[in-house]
C-alpha cells in the first residue's frame, strides 16, 4: 500500500489514537491526493524518478527493496550490514564463521567457505557433494590452517543435514535474486572494524508483502542455525536503545514471532503459516482504500 492509503486506513479502520480530541476532526485533517501516472505493478526505477534516500542507511532502491526483510536484524546479535555502502543487503557475524569448525589460524578460506554455505542455503541449492569439494579445496590451499578432521566431518553433517531439507524460500526466486558469500569490514555499528562473514543479498524487482515476510523469516532461521554457539544468536536491539527482546516484538507488533523463531523444529514456512489468516483479514480490510 501506499502511505497515502496506509493514512486513510490508519485514519478510518484502525482509528489511531491522536493528539486530537475529535474523531470527526482528525478525519478532516487528512487529505491524500492520488498519484497520475502510478500502477501498483511499477518498481521504483518504472517511475522515472531519482531516488532520494529516505535514510542515510537506505542509499539505493536495492536497499529499500531488501529493508523489510532484513530489518528484523537489527534486532539480533547479527549485522545488518550498517557501516558498508550496501547496508540490508549484505548481513552476518564473526561468530556465524565458526561453522565451519575452529581452526587455528583460519583467516579468509574459512570465512568465504562459511558464506558460502550460508548462502547455498539461501539460494535452496542442495548440493552436499560441492561443499564438501570446497572444504578439500581449502583445506588443501591453506597449509596454515590446521584442521581436526572430526571436527570438519562433524561441520559438514550438520550443514549436509541443514541442506538437506526442504529449505523454504520460494520467494524470491532465482530469476529475480539471488544471495552470494561475501564477508565485510563495517566502519561503524555492530562488529565494526572487524571482519564479518554472511552473505549479500541481490534483488532485483520488489517483493510482495508474503514475499518479504517469508524471505526475511527464512533469515532468520538460517542465522539462528548457523550461529556457533547457538546462544551467540540472541534478541538484542541494544544499538537501538532496547536491550533484549523488546525490539523485536515491537518490529513484528506480537511477541509470538520471536517465540515461533525460538522454536528450532519449526521452519520459515512453519512459522508464515501462523500469521496467514493475519494476512488474509488484513488483505480483505485494504481493499477498501486501494486507490490505484
Given at each position: 500500500m501506499t502511505i497515502g492509503e496506509l493514512s486513510t486506513l490508519f485514519n478510518e479502520a484502525i482509528q489511531l489514537?491522536?493528539?486530537?480530541?475529535?474523531a470527526d476532526s482528525t478525519s478532516s485533517l487528512l487529505e491524500v491526493v492520488p498519484m497520475i501516472g502510478w500502477r501498483r505493478d511499477m518498481a521504483w526505477p518504472d517511475t522515472g524518478l531519482p531516488w532520494?534516500?529516505?535514510?542515510?542507511?537506505?542509499?539505493?532502491?536495492?536497499?529499500?527493496?531488501?529493508?523489510?526483510?532484513?530489518?528484523?536484524?537489527?534486532?539480533?546479535s547479527v549485522s545488518e550490514g550498517r557501516g558498508?555502502?550496501?547496508?540490508?543487503?549484505?548481513?552476518?557475524?564473526?561468530?556465524?564463521?565458526?561453522?565451519?569448525?575452529?581452526?587455528?589460524?583460519?583467516?579468509?578460506?574459512a570465512l568465504a567457505l562459511f558464506s558460502f554455505c550460508i548462502a547455498v542455503q539461501l539460494?535452496?541449492?542442495?548440493?552436499?557433494?560441492?561443499?564438501l569439494f570446497l572444504m578439500v579445496v581449502s583445506a588443501y590451499f591453506c597449509d596454515r590452517i590446521q584442521c581436526v578432521c572430526m571436527l570438519c566431518v562433524s561441520s559438514l553433517q550438520a550443514l549436509a543435514t541443514r541442506l538437506a531439507k526442504d529449505f523454504p524460500l520460494p520467494a524470491p526466486n532465482s530469476q529475480d535474486s539471488a544471495f552470494r558469500a561475501a564477508y565485510y569490514i563495517p566502519s561503524f555499528s555492530k562488529f565494526n572494524g572487524t571482519t564479518v562473514p554472511g552473505v549479500q543479498w541481490f534483488s532485483a524487482r520488489t517483493s510482495s508483502a508474503y514475499e518479504t515476510f517469508l524471505s526475511g523469516t527464512a533469515i532468520l532461521c538460517a542465522v539462528r542455525d548457523l550461529a556457533t554457539p547457538a546462544e551467540a544468536f540472541?534478541?538484542?536491539?541494544?544499538?537501538f536503545g532496547h536491550p533484549g527482546p523488546e525490539l523485536?516484538?515491537?518490529?513484528?507488533?506480537?511477541?509470538?514471532y520471536r517465540t515461533l523463531l525460538d522454536n528450532r523444529a519449526l521452519s520459515a514456512e512453519d512459522i508464515v503459516e501462523v500469521?496467514?489468516?493475519?494476512?488474509?483479514?488484513?488483505?480483505?480490510?485494504?481493499?477498501?482504500?486501494?486507490?490505484?
Open positions: 489514537p491522536t493528539s486530537s480530541s475529535s532520494v534516500p529516505p535514510s542515510p542507511n537506505l542509499p539505493a532502491v536495492s536497499s529499500a527493496v531488501v529493508y523489510g526483510a532484513t530489518v528484523f536484524l537489527e534486532a539480533t558498508t555502502t550496501t547496508p540490508f543487503e549484505q548481513f552476518g557475524a564473526p561468530f556465524l564463521g565458526a561453522q565451519v569448525g575452529g581452526w587455528v589460524g583460519g583467516w579468509g578460506p539460494n535452496a541449492l542442495c548440493c552436499v557433494v560441492l561443499i540472541v534478541w538484542d536491539g541494544v544499538w523485536i516484538d515491537q518490529y513484528a507488533g506480537t511477541s509470538l500469521f496467514s489468516e493475519d494476512v488474509r483479514v488484513f488483505s480483505e480490510t485494504r481493499k477498501a482504500y486501494l486507490l490505484y
